[in-house]
């Protein structure tokens, strides 16, 4: 039999982390834990980590659908659960939780190369919104720390200012030595995206996240047809929660890539029929977290390294907080890697 309660955690950044949408200088997360009633040794851990402002759930009874959950986890206590598609960030938790409690000692929830230490997975270096001279100085540590895809936040201050800080980039390293990713946050116009894409191709970006607010899919289909870089769907993927929905959408925007974060687009199951979608449709796609603990982020490095997938991942945020959890995860020369002799330690949540 098993028991479950919850527990909530508030991450403090290092420093204030701007997107489009805002600054982060902290974020929620509630944790899952579940114990075996015959030996409270037995546990596991999973995290629930909705963003304010993007996951619907908040808005949907989060609380009293996380009590739900622990006081009855006998009934929850299986993958699928269409109870759940509504609330992706406890679906999340929950299914890594359950995964965390089945290892046993071991914590390697997906046995791969990664987790034995012998591959490490692509990722980019994420580049915050601020002043010009914070940006420039952020791209700068990034390729001295190895990474050869960094990916900017853009959307926040003048879009010349944040051309120019990109063709500086492109002017010391070419295409075939960086590349470079933007994410807009839904933060362009629609009468200005096409120009705005159009001058971004002129530099060699690789693809844009999320270019204008989702819900104009009209005009977001529009421009995955006319766009000279691939558009990457994020935002405009949440609250397709059934099939059927996820399929509709994909066939309407026919977008280039999908970007998945299973905390906001439907756990790990869920992000699995999105995957099987792009799949069969050519598209590619590609996951990053959704500012997670290392709890979390651990759990999604993991999942990821069971696919073929050798596109740049968005999974390097371990290092964000102040008070972040002990990992095995550690980055070196721009891959996430995975330290097979790491000692687990139960995580404190004061």
Known sequence: MLKANYTKYTLHFKQPSGTSRGVYTERDSWFIIIEDTHDPDVIGIGECAPLPGLSQELDLGFLEKINEVCNDIEQYKYPVNEGLRHYPSIWMGLETALLDYQCKAG????????????????????????????????????????????????????????????????????????????????????????????????LGVHSIEQPIAPGNMHKLAQLCEESPIPIALDEELIGHSSLSEKQQLVDEVKPQFLILKPSLH???????????????????????????????????????????????????????????????????????????????????FT
């Open 107 to 202: 914590k390697i929830l997906f046995p791969t190369d990664f987790t034995e230490g012998k591959k490490g997975i692509k990722i980019n270096g994420l580049v915050w919104m601020g002043k010009p001279e914070f940006m420039r100085k952020q791209v700068q540590e990034k390729i001295d720390q190895g990474y050869n895809c960094i990916k900017l936040k853009i959307g926040a201050i003048d879009f010349k200012t944040e051309l120019s800080i990109i063709n500086d980039i492109r002017k010391n390293h070419p295409i075939g030595q960086i590349q470079i990713r933007v994410d807009a946050n839904g933060a362009f116009k629609a009468e200005n995206a096409m120009a705005n894409l159009e001058a971004l191709a002129k």
């Open 266 to 348: 439907g756990s790990l199951t869920g992000c699995k029929e999105w995957i099987n979608i792009a799949n069969s449709k050519n598209i590619g796609w590609w996951a990053t977290s959704a500012l997670e603990s290392n709890i979390g982020l651990n759990a999604i490095a993991q999942w990821v390294s069971t696919y073929p997938n050798n596109l740049h991942q968005g999974l390097g945020t371990g290092q964000l907080f102040t008070n972040n959890f002990d990992s095995p995860l550690f980055i070196k020369h721009g891959q996430l890697m995975y330290d097979e002799n790491h000692l687990s330690v139960r995580p404190h």
